[in-house]
């Protein structure tokens, strides 16, 4: 079992930057590949990106790609998410995941959840 805090949200102007940082507990991290999730005000909770276990693997969601950067440090057991030129629309709380899939975007593929962290982006 692994737990998840999520950090570094807050209110930013668009098209400032921001990096989620998730810290996982438990020594195997490393076997979990890791993703991220939000959920917007109103709306499913949709995938943002995913990484492979060694994080040598990546996906996206089409609406992130280019603004987006997932990476991970399993020295730290820690997942990020580097969001740059953020808009209005990404506005939403942000949940890190922990699953064996790949570097699926599928959420249904996660096992573990964080409580999420809330990021509003003022236009």
């Known amino acids: 079992q692994v737990q998840l805090v999520e950090s570094g949200g807050g209110l930013v102007q668009a098209g400032d930057s921001l990096r989620l940082s998730c810290a996982a507990s438990g020594r195997t991290f490393s076997t979990y590949s890791m993703g991220w999730f939000r959920r917007a005000p109103g709306k499913e909770r949709e995938s943002v990106a995913a990484i492979t276990k060694s994080g040598r693997g990546t996906n996206y969601a089409e609406f992130v790609k280019g603004r987006f950067t997932i990476s991970r440090d399993n020295a730290k057991n820690t997942v990020y998410l580097q969001m740059n030129s953020l808009k209005s629309e990404d506005t939403a709380v942000y949940y890190c995941?922990?699953?064996?899939?790949?570097?699926?975007?599928?959420?249904?593929?996660?096992?573990?959840w964080g409580q999420g962290t809330q990021v509003t982006v003022s236009s």
């Open positions: 995941a922990a699953g064996q899939y790949w570097d699926s975007l599928n959420q249904y593929d996660y096992t573990y």
